[in-house]
């Protein structure tokens, strides 16, 4: 039996060199930082529905209290008789606690949410909501027409939500 010599024993063991080594660390840091910006980009968007969601919750919240309200400051007791006079827009110098028809929302500018139930108000901190009110009379509803109440809601990353219906002189 030959003896190798010290020579051919490490010629003939595998392994890596120092440039292999280098040259993965490169690669994986590389894939690594792209994986990450992607993963990051997916993170914030994450968020978008979460806050879309609440928003649209605040502004159903308002539409419940703001279509319980009567057409016009003179129309009868829940909606009988309906208001027969031109459509008008405007707040009658009430107090929000004193809002009794769908137009004296129209004053709402830029304000933190204010709901009937102070409990869940506390759960939309840095929105802002506004409400404008406009008469509409080419809808098909009645001959008295009806009024269209735009709600806007921006969520605290200045994101911002439109929601719009309709409240009919019946």
Same mark, same amino acid.
């Given at each position: 039996m030959?003896?190798?010599?010290?020579?051919?024993r490490?010629?003939s063991?595998?392994?890596?060199?120092?440039?292999?080594l280098?040259l993965?660390?490169?690669i994986m840091?590389?894939?690594?930082?792209a994986s990450l910006s992607?993963?990051?980009?997916?993170i914030?968007?994450?968020a978008d529905g979460?806050s879309q969601n609440?928003?649209?919750?605040?502004?159903?919240l308002y539409f419940?209290?703001i279509l319980?309200r009567?057409f016009d400051? @003179?129309? $009868?007791?829940g909606?009988?008789? /309906?208001?027969?006079?031109?459509c008008?827009?405007?707040?009658?110098g009430?107090a929000? !606690?004193d809002?009794n028809d769908?137009?004296?929302?129209?004053?709402?500018?830029?304000?933190q949410?204010a709901?009937i139930?102070?409990?869940?108000?506390?759960?939309?901190?840095?929105?802002?909501?506004?409400?404008?009110v406009q008469?509409?009379? @080419?809808? $098909?509803?009645?001959t008295?027409g /009806?009024?269209?109440?735009?709600?806007?809601v921006?969520?605290?990353r200045?994101q911002? !939500?439109r929601f719009?219906?309709y409240?009919g002189?019946?």
């Amino acid at each position: 039996m030959t003896r190798l010599s010290t020579r051919s024993r490490y010629a003939s063991s595998t392994g890596a060199t120092l440039v292999e080594l280098v040259l993965t660390i490169v690669i994986m840091a590389i894939a690594l930082s792209a994986s990450l910006s992607a993963f990051s980009l997916l993170i914030g968007r994450s968020a978008d529905g979460f806050s879309q969601n609440k928003s649209a919750q605040l502004a159903q919240l308002y539409f419940d209290e703001i279509l319980a309200r009567g057409f016009d400051h @003179d129309t $009868g007791l829940g909606g009988i008789p /309906a208001y027969t006079g031109p459509c008008r827009v405007g707040n009658n110098g009430e107090a929000r !606690a004193d809002f009794n028809d769908v137009d004296d929302y129209d004053i709402i500018d830029q304000e933190q949410p204010a709901l009937i139930d102070q409990s869940l108000a506390g759960l939309y901190d840095g929105y802002r909501v506004s409400v404008s009110v406009q008469c509409v009379n @080419d809808v $098909g509803v009645n001959t008295h027409g /009806a009024k269209l109440i735009q709600l806007t809601v921006q969520d605290p990353r200045n994101q911002i !939500a439109r929601f719009a219906v309709y409240k009919g002189n019946y």
